[in-house]
């Protein structure tokens, strides 16, 4: 499958913070986050205020595989001199499948995409199990890694009883009446299992 790949989607957020300490030194602590996920395809997921939406659409759902890198930069200065900083980054990947059990609908693993009856659609069943494993390294900006997390994730999503599939129009009927809107989901079960593994390296 041909899928548009964002290598460089960046979302950079800076909170300053400005002290004066009891002999009029100023101190300003500085905090930057940069986002950036890759292997996302553009034209079908976006991130917006930490809510994702498919296809221009809160749905309740979200990416089934990708890696998004977090990076966090905390500077201290003492009257406009840097005197301390740190970095840390964050690395979560995410990767799995979805089952159903409703009649004509299956999930394409190689082309990460679902087909009803055989034809490809951009579409979610009205209910679905979702299978994935999320794996998450924390260290420092050097590579180091001091802690890597993996969740074992499985989530039933369904949706309300007023949508209906029409298969005449391969599309979503909302109180019997056709719309372009997407059904919103709701998870219906979730289980999730964590390990942690923490490393420390010889470099600290």
């Known amino acids: 499958m041909k899928r548009s790949i964002l290598n460089a989607f960046l979302i950079i957020a800076t909170f300053p913070l400005l002290l004066t300490a009891q002999n009029e030194k ?53 009257d406009d001199k840097v005197i301390q900083s740190s970095c840390t980054k964050e690395s979560k990947s995410l990767s799995g499948h979805y089952i159903s059990d409703e009649s004509d609908w299956i999930w394409n693993e190689k082309e990460s995409s679902w087909y009803y009856k055989s034809d490809k659609t951009k579409m979610y069943p009205k209910s679905f199990t979702k299978i994935a494993t999320e794996i998450i390294k924390k260290s420092d900006c050097i590579g180091n890694n001091y802690e890597n997390t993996t969740i074992e994730i499985e989530e039933i999503y369904h949706i309300e009883p007023l949508w209906t599939w029409s298969s005449e129009n391969n599309s979503w009927l909302y109180m019997d009446k056709m719309t372009e809107d997407f059904p919103k989901y709701h998870i219906g079960k979730s289980v999730r299992k964590e390990s942690t593994n923490v490393i420390i390296s010889d470099n600290y």
């Not at 994702?52 to 966090?72: A, D, E, V």
């Open 26 to 78: 100023k101190y300003k602590i500085t905090t930057t986050v940069e986002k950036e996920y890759i292997n996302l395809e553009i034209n079908e997921w976006k991130e917006i205020n930490n809510e994702w939406f498919y296809k221009g659409q809160k749905t309740g759902l979200s990416p089934i595989s990708f890696t998004c890198i977090i990076t966090t930069i905390q500077t201290i200065e003492e």
